[in-house]
């Protein structure tokens, strides 16, 4: 988990989302951490790392699924489970990883019987926007939600089905 939280603040702080003292990255390192939720992790083997001396794989980018209760305010109930946390190193992004990671999400999903996914971005985060909206995602404007003054984030969901996999 210690690798997880890292690739998250550091793929954050990359992107300019949060500020390397912000108030949220001691939350988003440790999210998972209390085993509520599942953390899933891409990871690539040493001969397809930049570094060959490197012999054991390398996680490369995460993502999380965290079901009602502990989801956040934008969950209604049991039957929805929040996306928290995609991140993927700075210098592994752009190669697909972060739509790899949320499609085996997705699959996690609907095998734990989960009817709904919903999760929040900021405004700004309009790469991961586009990958959501092309996976399916739409917006759910009346969830948004401000968790602190002059921060809004924007709500997306998806219903899954027989289709989803």
Not at 76 to 88: N, S
Request: proline share 7%; net charge negative; aromatic share 6%.
């Amino acid at each position: 988990m210690p690798e997880v939280g890292d690739i998250r603040i550091a793929a954050y702080v990359h992107d300019g989302f949060i500020s390397p003292d912000s108030g949220y990255a001691p939350t988003l390192r440790g999210l998972g951490a209390d085993g509520h939720g599942e953390v899933l992790v891409a990871a690539v083997a040493p001969n397809e790392q930049h570094s060959a001396d490197d012999s054991a794989e390398r996680i490369v980018g995460t993502i999380m699924l965290q079901p009602w209760p502990y989801a956040g305010e934008v969950v209604t109930g049991p039957e929805e489970a929040e996306i928290r946390a995609l991140a993927v190193r700075p210098e592994a992004q752009g190669q697909g990883i972060g739509k790899t990671l949320l499609r085996h999400l997705l699959r996690r999903a609907a095998e734990l019987g989960i009817r709904h996914l919903v999760l929040c971005s900021e405004t700004s985060m309009r790469v991961a926007h586009r990958m959501y909206e092309q996976e399916g995602f739409v917006r759910l404007p009346e969830r948004d939600w401000s968790p602190a003054p002059g921060i809004t984030l924007l709500v997306y969901g998806l219903r899954l089905g027989s289709s989803a996999a």
